[in-house]
């Protein structure tokens, strides 16, 4: 299997005014293409900061990260968000979708922002991403007025814009109730099944079930992860 994701020895440090401190230590990780990962670990374990630093959002302290085969540890900046527009779709907790923009608009923007899908074509993309994610009759609203599952259903398709390899999701279950999150995490699955490589990062023990294997942070550093996907008593004691 091809890596679609590798970092190397990465350590992300901060500090304030006494002392430094490590948030990630040494972290050596394979993502591979096709890969449905969830990673879980209790709230500070660095869960985000490692996602961040996969997607170019935040810098590693040290250590490299390769993306199709791309060195992003020190692209810069201006670099990155094109670069990632084109190969990495997000999705996050609070969605993030643009309140001035209609669905519709919230989708085409990345298209216009990477210029990869020529500019006649984004409209019909937009609303083809939309009816992949049962949003199409939503297409003229504002998000405003959508519900969660719906706002992370645009948000999934805002990911798809650009037909990225990769969908890196922080906790996108994490402001849903238990049914609509189980909703979100089929879209997910149906997604890697289509080929995407995702990376889910939650809270919630059920994203087992979808996910291929589990990634384990604890205080910063990869913990052996099980062969088996843990239960629901376990995650809590994780979580
Ligand atoms: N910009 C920053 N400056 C200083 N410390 C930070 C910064 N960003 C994150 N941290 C610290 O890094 C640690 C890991 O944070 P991170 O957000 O990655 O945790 P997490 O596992 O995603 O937690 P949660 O489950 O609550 O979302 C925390 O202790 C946090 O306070
Ligand atoms: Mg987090």
């Known amino acids: 299997m091809r890596k679609i994701i590798t970092s190397t020895g990465v350590s992300k440090n901060y500090h304030n005014q006494e002392q430094q401190f490590s948030v990630l230590n040494d972290i050596d990780l394979n993502i591979y293409q096709g890969d449905f990962v969830s990673i879980i670990g209790k709230s500070g ?15 590693p302290t040290n250590g490299q990260v390769l993306v199709n085969c791309t060195d992003i540890s020190h692209m810069s900046a201006n670099k990155l968000d094109v670069w990632r527009g084109k190969n990495i779709g997000l999705v996050f907790q609070f969605f993030q979708l ?17 210029k990869v899908i020529p500019a006649t074509k984004r409209r019909v993309r937009a609303e083809e991403l939309l009816a992949k994610v049962g ?3 939503k297409a003229n609203k504002f998000p405003s007025i959508l519900s969660g599952g719906e706002k992370q259903r645009v948000a999934i398709a ?13 906790e996108p279950t994490g402001n849903l109730d238990s049914a609509t999150a189980k909703t ?3 879209l997910f699955s149906q997604l890697n099944e289509q080929g995407k490589t995702v990376v889910l990062v939650s809270h919630d023990p059920d994203c087992q079930k979808y996910s291929s294997r589990t990634i384990h942070i604890v205080d910063g550093e990869i ?6 996907p843990l239960s629901t008593e376990e ?5």
């Open 158 to 170: 805002r990911a798809l814009a650009n037909d990225p390899d990769i969908i890196l999701a922080d």
């Open 223 to 228: 913990k052996n992860s099980p062969s088996r």
């Open 98 to 114: 643009i309140p001035t923009l209609t669905v519709l608009e919230n989708i085409i923007l990345p298209m216009d922002f990477c």
């Open 45 to 59: 374990s660095g869960k985000s900061t490692l996602l961040n630093i996969l997607s170019g959002i935040d810098q």
């Open 184 to 186: 979100i995490f089929k």
């Open 235 to 239: 995650v809590r004691q994780h979580a």
């Open 135 to 137: 949003m199409v009759d």
